[in-house]
T-cell receptor
Framework: EAGVAQSPRYKIIEKRQSVAFWCNPI?????LYWYQQILGQGPKLLIQ????????DSQLPKDRFSAERLKGVDSTLKIQPAKLEDSAVYLC????????????FGPGTRLTVL | DAKTTQPPSMDCAEGRAANLPCNHS???????VYWYRQIHSQGPQYIIH???NNETNEMASLIITEDRKSSTLILPHATLRDTAVYYC?????????FGAGTTVTVRA
């Protein structure tokens, strides 16, 4: 079974530029999550989708971050404009459904903002 | 979700059992104890979870105290590939609230 795919794996940008990350969840998984992991910390949930609807985006900095999952499958997370403090690994995860089911994580995208 | 407390780091000898403690003194009755680990440059990986009974799978064993205020993850025969950050999470819904975890280093 293919795992969660993410691209790119690494991205370096200047502050105030924009960037987008892509995630393709495990086939059949209705729930998709985006996490931000700052160096030395555990991952922090940014947004959760159930199919193509947002369940929880309470931790998403909506002035600069946006995410979509238009067809209920793959998803894009965008930052515009980026700040230095956005340097982190952005992890995508998926699960069959919400609730306490196991979440499967992708390898992440490491973003460096200069 | 209840807060969990883990030691920041621990070492373990290859081939020996690794016992990872976790305190969750404010855990509520409907919160499960979950363990994930994160190997360097990878996403977190599910290990095991339990409510009040001890659990075992092919990766590890989870021992939860009778009062549920603490638990121990046991890796029975640690290998170098078990070097990772291990996260203990008290969970009752979709949220996984990761703390800083325990950095486990398995030494040859």
């Amino acid at each position: 079974e293919a795992g969660v795919a993410q691209s790119p794996r690494y991205k370096i940008i200047e502050k105030r530029q924009s960037v987008a990350f892509w995630c393709n969840p495990i086939s059949g998984h209705a729930t998709l999550y985006w996490y931000q992991q700052i160096l030395g910390q555990g991952p922090k949930l940014l947004i959760q989708f159930q199919n193509n609807g947002v369940v929880d985006d309470s931790q998403l900095p909506k002035d600069r971050f946006s995410a979509e999952r238009l067809k209920g499958v793959d998803s894009t997370l965008k930052i515009q404009p980026a700040k230095l403090e956005d340097s982190a690994v952005y992890l995508c995860a998926s699960s069959l459904s919400g609730g306490t089911g196991e979440q499967f994580f992708g390898p992440g995208t490491r973003l460096t903002v200069l | 979700d209840a807060k969990t407390t883990q030691p920041p780091s621990m070492d373990c000898a290859e081939g020996r059992a690794a016992n990872l403690p976790c305190n969750h003194s404010t855990i509520s009755g409907n919160e499960y104890v979950y363990w994930y680990r994160q190997i360097h440059s990878q996403g977190p990986q599910y290990i095991i979870h339990g409510l009040k009974n001890n659990e075992t799978n092919e990766m590890a064993s989870l021992i939860i105290t009778e009062d549920r205020k603490s638990s121990t993850l046991i890796l029975p025969h640690a290998t170098l590939r078990d070097t990772a950050v291990y996260y203990c999470i008290a969970r009752n819904d979709y949220k996984l609230s990761f703390g800083a975890g325990t950095t486990v280093t398995v030494r040859a």
